[in-house]
């Protein structure tokens, strides 16, 4: 029986220079989040990817809008969404998933993690905040609670979504 293909295995397989990273990383007897937090920035400068959501310039932009997305997303803002759906995860595979998913212009589908959140509730409001906690590999997505501010939560970066219904 063969194995299903993975395209972010594939990549890591077949890229050099990626592949030079995680085998310097795997080797340097850091920790798994010491290797983690080294592999969001060297991938992300590697690659040219904007790591924080300040980190598009308007040429970032505009060629995102020339491809049709019109909200792309940082790194640090898809490792808190996947970390988020999966706390427990080793969090270099967090960073690379993540990685792997804004240099492919791929981003996990917010409503998954809306979905978690708002279990016992009748339905996912149609507009909400989220707001993110931590950096790097540490980074977690929250929803804020009705009432309160994201500026209270200590947090860089917040989002409101509009759900298309």
């Known amino acids: 029986m063969s194995e299903e293909f993975n395209p972010a295995i594939d990549w890591m397989n077949n890229d050099e220079k990626l592949r030079s ?3 310097r990383l795997s080797n340097s007897g850091l920790n798994e989040k ?23 310039t308007e040429e970032d932009y505009r060629r995102y809008e020339e491809e049709g997305i019109d909200n792309p997303r940082s790194v640090f803002e898809e490792v808190g969404i996947i970390h988020y759906l999966e706390p427990e995860d080793d969090p270099r595979g967090i960073v690379l998933f993540a990685i792997y998913n804004i240099k492919n ?6 409503n998954e993690a809306a979905k978690k959140h708002f279990k016992n509730k009748k339905r996912i ?3 909400y905040m989220i707001y993110f906690l931590g950096d790097k590999s540490s980074t977690m997505m929250y929803f804020l609670e009705n009432g309160k501010s994201w500026v209270e939560t200590g947090a ?5 979504i509009l759900r298309k219904t």
């Open 125 to 127: 409001p149609p507009e």
């Open 34 to 56: 010491e290797q983690a937090d080294i592999a969001f920035d060297e991938i992300s400068d590697a690659y040219g990817l904007p790591k924080y959501p300040d980190s598009f």
């Open 21 to 23: 990273i995680i085998e």
């Open 156 to 160: 860089k970066y917040a989002s409101k």
């Open 105 to 110: 212009r791929f981003s996990i589908d917010i």
